[in-house]
């Protein structure tokens, strides 16, 4: 058997080469009704540019059909129909190199060449947990996306600031957000030194409160770096604080003082670091006009200041029915009141007073949240709804229902384990030991065409970040991961609620009427595992490592 991880954008990679010289013109179809026909398509129109009359060659389409290299998936056939050129993957062979090899595909793509290093710094963090407000929550939860996305990757990535609230770090653990805790201040000798040469002529500044040293002219930077690099026209003078040396102060040894470096050399040149660090500001909108001024301080008062400033600012957050006030720690608390609530409805009791349930109640109300905040790209406004239809798994595109869906699969896991210990199932046997012809239904390639196989291209893609980009901005595809978990979800529930996993189902049975209906409602109420049950078995374990719970060899571990 051929080995090596499948690709999608290898796939297509060597099927534009194929066609010769041009633009690409294949894509990868994903609508069920496509599928059935076909796995990609060449349409017409753009065969039509590429070819003049639109008639592919034949010794094109042999090319085609006969396409091999590595990451390339094994084509069945190659034909020319009024949509376009259509092609179909020999799916067995597809099954059974990918849930044959499963772990490869829970990790992205590895990146060409390696980044430089990340220094994500998200300011509304200086804040206590009640001063902080709804869009700095959002930008809290991309920063914390960004990160574990980009370390998911193989990316060097550093945060700051370090929280120095005493409430802020319980806060964070609540939301499950991994963050620094405070450490010692940096030193800000040497920038106070160089802020008061800079700083505006004494009978400009008269009289100034305590810790504030006086005013800085940032209006020649800005005009240095031109409009197209996207700063505030209005930005003239910053007001130059004690406080925001600090700021900068951390910033400044983050950059320079990376974990695991020696000790940088007091002969480096001034630019040594300048060009090994990229930051990235992720702030609300709020705060975007201040942090370009920190921004520009940090490059007029620091020669080794990073090259790449780039400020991912995250939209409004407008709240339907309720106060602007809203603060995070009040959503928290009424999305947790509602998962509770819900529950209660759902059981007849109220089980928030139940230890062992405690930290159900909480990761639901974290997920809910989470889901919310960055199912919308971050740069637009984002309106959120607080009525309690925002937790019920009765829509699709929730978060509620992914996680819903993650439950379900867990309990099918369990109850196969428990099973098997009874001695009711087999030992799961090798994957190599399965016949994957039997995988015929178009829900299971739909999960592992759909959901599965592209995952590794997905997540280098939520990874990206516009780093040799012109501009300020830069930006990040949160959303991308929300629509995906909801889509490969919708799939699975349709999969599950017409497909028997475990047992003999009235379908495979041909049973129909009542008694099928009956035997339908329990998945162990017979225990037995065709060979057909096996392969769809496989295929549905492997969906946890791929989206719901992330890398966990458990899941894809045969028992």
Request: hydrophobic share 40%; charged share 20%; with cysteine.
């Amino acid at each position: 058997m051929a080995t090596g991880r499948l690709g999608v954008g290898e796939t297509l990679g060597a099927l534009n080469t194929a066609l010769g010289p041009g633009d690409p013109v294949w894509f990868k179809e994903t609508r069920a009704r496509h599928l059935r026909a076909r796995d990609f398509l060449a349409p017409r129109p753009a065969l039509q540019a590429r070819f003049g009359d639109g008639q592919v060659p034949e010794r094109v389409v042999r090319a085609v059909a006969g396409l091999q290299g590595p990451g390339v998936a094994p084509v069945l056939r190659c034909t020319s129909t009024p949509a376009g050129l259509a092609l179909q993957l020999q799916r067995p062979a597809v099954f059974e190199r990918v849930l044959g090899a499963v772990a490869a595909y829970v990790a992205p793509a590895a990146p060409a060449a390696p980044g430089p290093r990340i220094l994500l710094h998200c300011p509304a963090l200086r804040s206590a947990p009640g001063a902080l407000r709804l869009s700095q929550l959002r930008a809290v939860l991309v920063a914390d996306h960004l990160a574990r996305t980009l370390r998911a990757h193989g990316e060097s990535v550093r945060l700051v600031p370090a929280v120095r609230d005493p409430h802020m770090p319980t806060f964070l653990q609540q939301l499950r957000v991994d963050w620094p805790a405070a450490s010692e201040r940096a030193a800000t000798e040497a920038l106070r030194n160089r802020a008061l040469a800079e700083l505006s002529p004494a009978q400009e500044r008269g009289a100034l409160p305590r810790g504030v040293l006086g005013t800085v002219c940032l209006k020649e930077l800005v005009q240095e770096r031109g409009r197209a690099a996207g700063y505030d026209p209005n930005l003239d003078k910053c007001l130059v604080t004690e406080d925001l040396l600090s700021v900068l102060a951390e910033l400044q040894e983050a950059a320079r003082c990376w974990p695991g470096d020696s000790p940088p050399s007091l002969a480096a040149a001034p630019d040594a670091n300048a060009d090994r660090c990229m930051v990235v500001h992720v702030v609300s909108c709020e705060e975007e006009f201040q942090q370009q001024k920190v921004d520009l301080l940090w490059r007029k008062l620091d020669d080794q200041a990073p090259l790449t400033q780039k400020h991912l600012v995250c939209g409004p957050v407008k709240v339907a029915g309720a106060p602007s006030t809203l603060t995070a720690p009040e959503y928290y608390e009424l999305r947790h009141a509602q998962v509770c609530e819900a529950s209660a409805a759902k059981h007849g009791r109220d089980l928030a007073r139940d230890p062992a349930w405690t930290e159900v109640f909480s990761v639901l109300s974290v997920a809910t949240i989470k889901f919310e905040m960055l199912s919308t790209a971050p740069h637009g406004q984002l309106l959120l709804a607080l009525a309690d239809s925002s937790i019920s798994t009765k829509g699709t595109k929730s978060g509620t229902f992914v996680m819903y869906n993650c439950a379900r699969l867990a309990t099918l896991f369990e109850g196969y384990r428990h099973s098997m210990e009874q001695g009711l199932y087999p030992t799961f046997p090798p994957v190599s030991s399965l016949d994957f012809s039997v995988l015929q239904d178009e829900g299971e390639w739909l999960l592992l065409f759909n959901g599965i196989l592209p995952f590794p291209d997905l997540l280098s893609q939520t990874a990206a970040l516009a780093c040799t980009a012109p501009g300020l901005h830069t930006t990040a595809r949160t959303e991308t991961m929300c629509k995906f978990l909801v889509q490969l979800s919708m799939d699975f529930s349709s999969y599950y609620n017409r497909i028997h996993i475990l047992g003999v189902s009235a379908q495979q049975n041909g049973v129909g009427g009542c008694g099928g209906a009956r035997e339908a409602k329990d998945e162990t109420s017979r225990p037995f595992l065709s060979n057909r049950h096996l392969d769809h078995t496989c295929l549905v374990k492997c969906l946890p490592v791929s989206s719901f719970c992330g890398p966990c060899v458990k899941c894809f571990t045969p028992a």
